[in-house]
């Protein structure tokens, strides 16, 4: 298995709050010499990544990798591919900001983070055949890249999509500086969608439509819709309503309520659509959809795709007071909305790792879950982030 230390890039600008830069996608085309034995592919997306084969993702969870300090620690997957390999094969890599370019984050000064850059990748393809031969294959300037119809991704404030978007001209990637960071195969378990959520209620309210989804969680939405071309969809996420109108105040902050929030928008194609968000999550109960008719305003419009690290449960609690019941269930249902790779203090608005968050929560998460593999990396993660003194940054 190689960690490669080759990695390219787009190009070496990235978005900014005021600037957007398209998701870049790179595509690398493989003709196997022969009946294979074994295959297998390790990739590093910076910030996030999805890997697809010959059309098919094989990515194993959602946000991928596992998120890091580029500088100070570096995270692959490794995926046996033997059975997906054809005689001719297309590898596609669609890289997501992520916290690599976490510029959402510049709340918390995660825009002045030293390893900040461009979505850069790297990746191995190692094939070994029948009759003894071994082709190894990094990524480098034969790999092409265009850009998406990804307009703008960031973790907290979301993802624009333009199915209109017609991808550019395939161009040869660039090579790009190796993160400084130590390289290191993820043992985490994966992010996955655990329950599919239908809306309890669709309601109007000034033009646009409230989706109830009847519990707050954290996930993103699926849309499925019949459009014409062109047509501007908006979801606004939000945990509350005040006064019976939707609010979105605990997503955003006081002084910047007209441009912090989070959102998904989608500019759709002819006919029908089927779009869920690839590189970014979000905390909400409540879903504003702004841009569609009152007869595309059906419950069939959203789905809540509710995920979570895959933590497994070893525990459980039932007893004969149902309020005791329930406050079990919202325990288990916060730790897990706050579970992406890490423990986080919120999936709403920050999603930061603060540490007393994650250290109050962890007794009970131990009891009834299985987080062991994710604590150990998130804590190779932190004892990096010491300095000489030893002391930790805020997050």
Same mark, same amino acid.
């Given at each position: 298995?190689? /960690?490669?230390?080759?990695?390219? +890039?787009?190009?070496?600008?990235?978005?900014? !709050?005021?600037? &957007?830069?398209?998701?870049?996608?790179?595509?690398?085309?493989? *003709?196997?010499?022969?009946?294979?034995?074994?295959?297998?592919?390790?990739?590093? =997306? /910076?910030?996030? !990544?999805?890997? &697809?084969?010959?059309g098919e993702s094989i990515t194993k969870g959602r946000l991928c990798p596992y998120i890091s300090n580029s500088e100070q620690i570096v995270f692959y997957d490794n995926y046996d591919i033997t059975d997906r390999l054809?005689?001719?094969?297309?590898?596609?890599?669609?890289?997501?900001?992520?916290?690599?370019?976490?510029? =959402? =984050? #510049?709340?918390?000064?995660?825009?002045?983070?030293? @390893?900040?850059? @461009?979505?850069?990748?790297?990746?191995?393809?190692?094939?070994? !055949? *029948?009759?003894? &031969?071994?082709?190894?294959?990094?990524?480098?300037?034969? %790999? /092409?890249?265009t850009g998406s119809n990804i307009l703008s991704d960031d973790l907290r404030l979301g993802e624009v999509c333009d199915a209109c978007r017609e991808t550019g001209e395939w161009r040869p990637a660039q090579k790009t500086a190796s993160p400084s960071g130590k390289k290191v195969l993820s043992s985490a378990k994966p992010i996955r969608v655990r329950e599919e959520l239908e809306p309890v209620s669709v309601n109007e309210e000034n033009g646009d439509f409230v989706y109830d989804f009847g519990i707050n969680t954290s996930g993103v939405c699926r849309l499925r819709v019949n459009a014409h071309r062109g047509q501007k969809i908006r979801l606004v996420f939000g945990e509350e309503m005040k006064n019976g109108l939707f609010c979105f105040d605990s997503t955003t902050f006081e002084d910047r309520k007209e441009t912090y929030y989070q959102s998904d928008t989608y500019i759709c194609k002819e006919g029908f659509n089927d779009w869920t968000p690839t590189f970014t999550y979000h905390g909400f109960r409540y879903v504003k959809v702004e841009g569609i008719? *009152?007869?595309? @305003?059906?419950?069939? /419009?959203?789905? #809540?795709? %509710?995920?979570?690290?895959?933590?497994?449960?070893?525990?459980?609690?039932? +007893?004969?007071?149902?309020? %005791?019941?329930?406050?079990?269930?919202m325990a288990?249902?916060?730790?897990?909305?706050?579970?992406?790779?890490?423990?986080?203090?919120?999936?709403?608005?920050?999603?930061?790792?603060?540490?007393?968050?994650?250290?109050?929560?962890?007794?009970h998460t131990l009891l009834y879950f299985e987080p062991e593999d994710n604590y150990k990396q998130w804590l190779e993660c932190i004892c990096r982030a010491q300095d000489e003194r030893g002391a930790i940054p805020g997050i």
């Open positions: 298995m190689i /960690l490669s230390d080759s990695f390219i +890039c787009a190009g070496e600008k990235f978005s900014t !709050y005021e600037e &957007r830069v398209p998701a870049p996608l790179f595509m690398k085309e493989l *003709k196997a010499g022969g009946p294979v034995e074994r295959a297998e592919l390790t990739v590093c =997306g /910076l910030g996030l !990544y999805e890997a &697809r084969l010959n054809q005689s001719e094969n297309r590898f596609e890599f669609l890289l997501g900001n992520g916290m690599q370019n976490s510029f =959402g =984050g #510049f709340i918390w000064d995660f825009e002045k983070a030293a @390893a900040r850059s @461009a979505p850069k990748l790297a990746f191995a393809i190692e094939v070994t !055949y *029948k009759d003894g &031969r071994r082709e190894v294959i990094e990524a480098d300037e034969s %790999v /092409l890249v008719t *009152k007869e595309q @305003a059906t419950k069939e /419009l959203l789905t #809540f795709l %509710v995920f979570n690290t895959d933590l497994g449960t070893r525990g459980s609690f039932e +007893c004969d007071n149902e309020a %005791v019941n329930a406050l079990y269930r288990l249902n916060s730790t897990l909305s706050n579970f992406h790779h890490f423990p986080t203090d919120c999936p709403q608005r920050e999603k930061n790792g603060w540490t007393a968050d994650a250290a109050l929560s962890s007794a």
